[in-house]
C-alpha cells in the first residue's frame, strides 16, 4: 500500500511520518537545513508479518505544487495533515482539491500539534474540516488527533493505518510506472523509482523507457524498500535498470512500459471535472502522474473537450490529468481521458458528443468495447495500449464477441456483412461497365470498394465470399459466379482457328480478321469473349496477347521486384527484346490492372497475386 500525505506547508507532515515509521523522509539538504519539504520523500514501516506500508512525503508549499502533483500518482490513501494552531488553510483547500480531482482519493483526516491548543480549538478546527470534507464529497472521514513530540494519537493512527484495506492496484494489466527519481549507485549502476500504475514486473524483464527512448533490463528490484525478484503496481518500486542508457537521459515524468508503445498523444479527447470555469483555447499547466506539461483546452461542451498538449504525452484511457492556470496559482479541474485521438472533423456534432459521453459512462472495458464495435474496424493493438490490456486480457476479452479478426484488425458481424456487399456490388457494377474483362484482382477490388479499411481484414472477408460461393477467383481474377460465358460451337471452332497465330506475340483485331478471313467484329467480339474467359488479354484497345504470355511477363517483372525492386520500360524491353512502345503498352496495362503502380519511370509491384498459375481454377 502506498500512502501520501496532503496539507499546508510547516502543518508537521515530516514529523508525523517520522513518529510512524521512525524515517525523516526529508532527504535534500537544503529541506533538513530549511525544515522544509521541497521535494517528494519517502519514508516505508516494515511489520512483522512482512507487510510494508510506504509513504509518500509531499512538500506543502504553493511554491512546489508541482512536486506534490508528481507524488500523489498510483498511491491508495492520503493523510490530510491539518495542525490544529492554524486549522484549515488555503494550501489544505487546494491539496483536499487535488485529491477529489484526482479521484476522489480514500482520506484520513490527521490533526496534529495538539499539544499546542485547548480542547475548544480541537473541535473547532475539527468542525472546520469536516464541513469542507463534506462539500467536497468525502463523508464518514476518520479523525485521529496528535502530537508527534508526545506520541499523542499515533498508536491509534497506526493500527488505523494497518487496518486499511490491501491495495487493489491494477496488476492485471500492463506494468506502467511514472519514473519520478533517477540515480546511480556504486557498482550497481542506474536506478529509477516510481509508482507502478497497472502490472507486474520481474528481475529480467525487458521494459522500454520512453524519454530516452530505448529498451531496457531489469537487473534488480526493491519494491517498498526491500529487494524482490518481482514487484506489482501499488507498490513504491525501485528497478536498477542495465542498458544503452545514462542518467541525464532521463527525467521526471518518463515512463518504464512493458513493450514500446506507440506515439505519444498530443491531442486527446477528455471529460471535464470543473471546480472553476474554463475558456474555450485557454492555456493551461497539465499534471499526469509525475509530467508537468502546459497546452491548451477546446470546450466541446460543458462537460466535454479536447486537450492540445504543447509537449506529447504517454496517456490511457481514464488516466486522470490535473489542470492548473497557466500562472500556476490556482488548481481549475480534472479531465479523464476518453479518446487518445480526436477526429479532424465532426467532434461537435451531436452523434459523435453523444457517443463520447457514453463512453464517459463505460464503467469497464467490455462496455467500451461494446461501442466501438459499430464505429467500423479497429486497430486491436491500439485499443490493447489505451485499455492496457495484457494479451491474455485482450484474448479473454474479444473472445466474448463474434469478431471478425485478421492482421491486427477487428471488426464487428454486422460490420462486415455490409463491407461484403460494397464488394459484390462494386464487383457487379464492374461487371455492367466491363463486359470483356473477367473481373477484378483482390487488391484493385479493395481499392475501388474499401479504400480505408486493412488488407487483411478485406482479405479475409474476400476469402469468407469465396468460401461461400458468392464469388468466383479465376487465374486472380475476382468476379461473380454468375459473370463468365462459353464458346459457342462456332467460336469454339474459329477460337481453335485463331489461337497458333499469336505464337507469343501481341496481335491486332485487324490483323487476325485479315488473317483468318473473318469479319473485323466477329473477331473482335470473339476476343472480348475470350478475355472474359481468361484465354487472353488487352494490352491496349484491340491489341492482345495469349494468357499465358500475359503470365510469362508478370513473371519476369517479380523477378525484377525481387532483384532490384522495380522494372522499366527500358529494362523490360531489353529483357523481352521488344520495342519500346510495345514495352511500355505491357506495363501500363498492368499498371491498369493493378498488378504495378508507376512512380516515375519505374513500375513496382502491387499486387503479386495476379497472372499466377496458382490462383487458376
Known sequence: MIIATAGHVDHGKTTLLQAITGVNAD?????????????????????PDGRVLGFIDVPGHEKFLPNMLAGIGGIDHALLVVACDDGLMAQTREHLAILRLSGRIPLTLVLTKADRVDQQ????????????????????????????????????????????????????????????????????????????????????????????????????????????????????IALNISGDVQKPQVARGDWLLAQQPALAT????????????????????????????????SLLTDHLAELMLD???????????????????????????????APKRGKRQPAYLAWLTALA??????????LRLPNGAFDLASFAWARQLTSTGLQQLLSQHSLLIAGGWALAPDNAQQQQQKLLQV????????????????????????????????????????????????????????????FTPQQQALWERMAPLFDQQACWVRDLALTLGEPEQQIRALLRKAAQLGYVSAIVTDRYYLQSQIEQFAALIRERHVSQGSTSASDFRDQLGIGRKLAIQILEFFDRSGFTRRKGNQHLLRDSALFSEQHAE
Open 27 to 47: 532527504r535534500l539538504p537544503e529541506e533538513k537545513r530549511r525544515g522544509m519539504t521541497i521535494d517528494l520523500g519517502y519514508a516505508y514501516w516494515q511489520q
Open 121 to 236: 480549538r480541537i473541535t473547532e478546527v475539527s468542525q472546520q474540516l469536516y464541513a469542507e470534507l463534506a462539500r467536497q464529497g468525502w463523508h464518514d472521514v476518520p479523525l485521529f488527533v496528535t502530537a508527534a513530540s508526545q506520541q499523542r494519537g499515533i498508536d491509534a493512527l497506526c493500527q488505523h493505518l494497518l487496518s486499511l484495506p490491501a491495495s487493489n492496484q491494477r496488476q492485471t494489466q500492463r506494468f506502467r510506472l511514472a519514473v519520478d527519481r533517477a540515480f546511480s549507485v556504486k557498482g550497481a549502476g542506474l536506478v529509477l523509482t516510481g509508482t507502478a500504475l497497472g502490472g507486474c514486473v520481474t528481475v529480467g524483464d525487458n521494459l522500454w523507457l520512453t524519454g530516452a527512448n530505448l529498451p531496457v533490463r531489469v537487473r534488480g528490484l526493491h519494491a517498498q524498500n526491500q529487494a524482490v525478484e518481482q514487484a506489482v503496481a501499488g507498490q513504491r
Open 266 to 297: 498530443e491531442r486527446v479527447l477528455v471529460a471535464i471535472e470543473a471546480d472553476s470555469p474554463l475558456q474555450h483555447w485557454q492555456p493551461l499547466h497539465i499534471h499526469h502522474a509525475a509530467s508537468h506539461i502546459t497546452g491548451r483546452i
Open 311 to 341: 509537449r506529447p504525452l504517454w496517456l490511457a484511457e481514464n488516466d486522470r490529468l490535473v489542470l492548473r492556470d497557466i500562472s500556476a496559482r490556482q488548481t481549475l479541474a480534472a479531465a479523464r481521458v476518453l479518446q487518445l485521438s
Open 361 to 370: 459512462n463505460a464503467e469497464n472495458d467490455q462496455q467500451a468495447l461494446a
Open 427 to 486: 464487383l457487379a457494377d464492374y461487371h455492367q461497365q466491363h463486359g470483356d474483362q473477367l473481373g477484378l484482382g483482390p487488391a484493385r477490388l479493395r481499392r475501388m470498394a474499401l479504400p480505408t479499411e486493412a488488407e487483411a481484414l478485406v482479405s479475409l472477408m474476400i476469402d469468407q465470399l469465396l468460401a461461400a460461393g458468392k464469388l468466383r477467383n479465376t487465374r486472380g481474377w475476382l468476379h461473380l459466379p454468375e459473370h463468365g460465358l462459353a
